[in-house]
């Protein structure tokens, strides 16, 4: 009887826990979103590559330079609130490349799967489908150079130079 007070108790505390996070989660939205006006954000974009394991291995801003470093914070914080969606489409779909998946104010998160299950998250506004579908493939296709390269090691971040100019420019070229 009393481990299943001590389990009910520990189950409590953590839906809780889980409800605060939440709420805590919207409340920070509101008021990051409050601080940004809609122009101020279209004009950037944020990629980022995140692995299997969920980790982030390349991060950066495309397009025009984030104006401050708020608003870099909240295009990381917007894609990673968006791993959730795709966990769950990539198993839906055999489609590689998925369409608007999640919506902030005027920005659309965009997605991109590999077949490793490796995660291409483009924030930016809507427009082009196209050119943001072909910025995937030919971005899949350095990252595939990157993992022939026997020096670098799976699910290690990227720091390559090389890498972070070609990325820039095909941004550049088609979104």
């Given at each position: 009887?009393?481990?299943?007070?001590?389990?009910?108790?520990?189950?409590?505390?953590?839906?809780?826990?889980?409800?605060?996070?939440?709420?805590?989660?919207?409340?920070?939205?509101?008021?990051?979103?409050?601080?940004?006006?809609?122009?101020?954000?279209?004009?950037?974009?944020?990629?980022?590559?995140?692995?299997?394991?969920?980790?982030?291995?390349?991060?950066?801003?495309?397009?025009?330079?984030?104006?401050?470093?708020?608003?870099?914070?909240?295009?990381?914080?917007?894609?990673?609130?968006a791993l959730d969606?795709?966990?769950?489409?990539?198993?839906?779909?055999?489609?590689?490349?998925?369409?608007?998946?999640?919506?902030?104010?005027?920005?659309?998160?965009?997605?991109?799967?590999?077949?490793?299950?490796?995660?291409?998250?483009?924030?930016?506004?809507?427009?082009?489908?196209?050119?943001?579908?072909?910025?995937?493939?030919?971005?899949?296709?350095?990252?595939?150079?990157?993992?022939?390269?026997?020096?670098?090691?799976?699910?290690?971040r990227i720091t390559?130079?090389h890498f972070d100019?070609?990325?820039?420019?095909?941004?550049?070229?088609?979104?």
């Open positions: 009887m009393q481990i299943n007070i001590r389990q009910n108790n520990r189950v409590r505390k953590l839906k809780d826990l889980d409800h605060r996070s939440k709420a805590q989660t919207r409340r920070a939205t509101k008021h990051l979103s409050k601080q940004f006006t809609s122009s101020e954000m279209a004009t950037t974009a944020c990629f980022i590559i995140v692995s299997r394991n969920d980790i982030p291995i390349y991060e950066a801003e495309v397009g025009s330079a984030a104006k401050r470093e708020d608003a870099a914070q909240l295009h990381q914080f917007i894609l990673h609130a969606i795709v966990q769950d489409l990539a198993w839906t779909t055999s489609a590689m490349f998925l369409k608007a998946i999640d919506k902030f104010n005027d920005l659309v998160v965009s997605v991109y799967v590999t077949a490793g299950h490796t995660r291409f998250m483009l924030l930016h506004n809507p427009h082009n489908d196209d050119g943001i579908k072909t910025f995937f493939q030919e971005v899949h296709e350095l990252y595939i150079k990157i993992l022939l390269n026997p020096l670098n090691l799976p699910g290690s390559s130079s100019t070609k990325v820039r420019a095909l941004a550049r070229k088609y979104l």
